[in-house]
T-cell receptor, first 116, second 110 residues
Framework: NAGVTQTPKFQVLKTGQSMTLQCAQD?????MYWYRQDPGMGLRLIYY???????DKGEVPNGYNVSRLNKREFSLRLESAAPSQTSVYFC???????????????FGAGSRLTVL | GDSVTQMEGPVTLSEEAFLTINCTYT??????LFWYVQYPGEGLQLLLK?????DKGSNKGFEATYRKETTSFHLEKGSVQVSDSAVYFC?????????FGTGTSLTVIP
């Protein structure tokens, strides 16, 4: 009954360091998403993957890269971290493909990243 | 462009008070509408949804009605409990994209 699992839960980086946030879902969902959550700004979409083998930019993709490794896994990479990337990151997944009615997002517990 | 606007918080209510959190949306086409709830230290989880005009979503005593004419999806609960303290997000889905509001923090005091 794991749902969406994100690692790590907490990470502190120095400016310029790189890191990868991992996300895996065990619900056989087609679509996966990465959001960041900042105070007063709600959730903003960084990248999403509508299906295995495809990725698309969201609202705030600059400074990030993603990989849809297989149907289960969707990683988010920060190549050169900046203090502006201090945030809480959420991975989410949904069952249906685009335009197929009401998807429901299932979220992971979040990864809190601090960039000094 | 597509967006969601929801009531600014924080909101503080006494136990058993009536709750309304306003939400309006801008969308192309006919979106599905959602309320998600985030408890401290956790990810968001679906509270309720509605997929077409005049649908009412309900769960755990919370309700929201899809009003196409006013592009609104206001969240209501008749009698809040301390355990309802959380952040509430309104969202809509168009195509494969989800658009979230900024969240409304609710604190219920005994």
């Amino acid at each position: 009954n794991a749902g969406v699992t994100q690692t790590p839960k907490f990470q502190v980086l120095k400016t310029g360091q790189s890191m990868t946030l991992q996300c895996a879902q065990d619900m056989n969902h087609n679509s996966m998403y990465w959001y960041r959550q900042d105070p007063g700004m709600g959730l903003r979409l960084i990248y999403y993957s509508a299906s295995e083998g495809t990725t698309d930019k969201g609202e705030v993709p600059n400074g990030y890269n993603v990989s849809r490794l297989n149907k289960r896994e969707f990683s988010l990479r920060l190549e050169s971290a900046a203090p502006s990337q201090t945030s809480v990151y959420f991975c989410a997944s949904s069952a249906r493909a685009a335009g197929a009615g009401a998807n429901v997002l299932t979220f992971g517990a979040g990864s809190r990243l601090t960039v000094l | 462009g597509d967006s969601v606007t929801q009531m600014e918080g924080p909101v503080t209510l006494s136990e058993e008070a009536f709750l309304t959190i306003n939400c309006t949306y801008t969308a192309t086409g006919y979106p599905s509408l959602f309320w998600y709830v985030q408890y401290p230290g956790e990810g968001l989880q679906l509270l309720l949804k509605a997929t077409k005009a005049d649908d009412k979503g309900s769960n755990k005593g919370f309700e929201a009605t899809y009003r196409k004419e006013t592009t609104s999806f206001h969240l209501e609960k008749g009698s809040v409990q301390v355990s309802d303290s959380a952040v509430y997000f309104c969202a809509h889905q168009t195509g494969n994209q989800f658009y979230f509001g900024t969240g409304t923090s609710l604190t219920v005091i005994p």
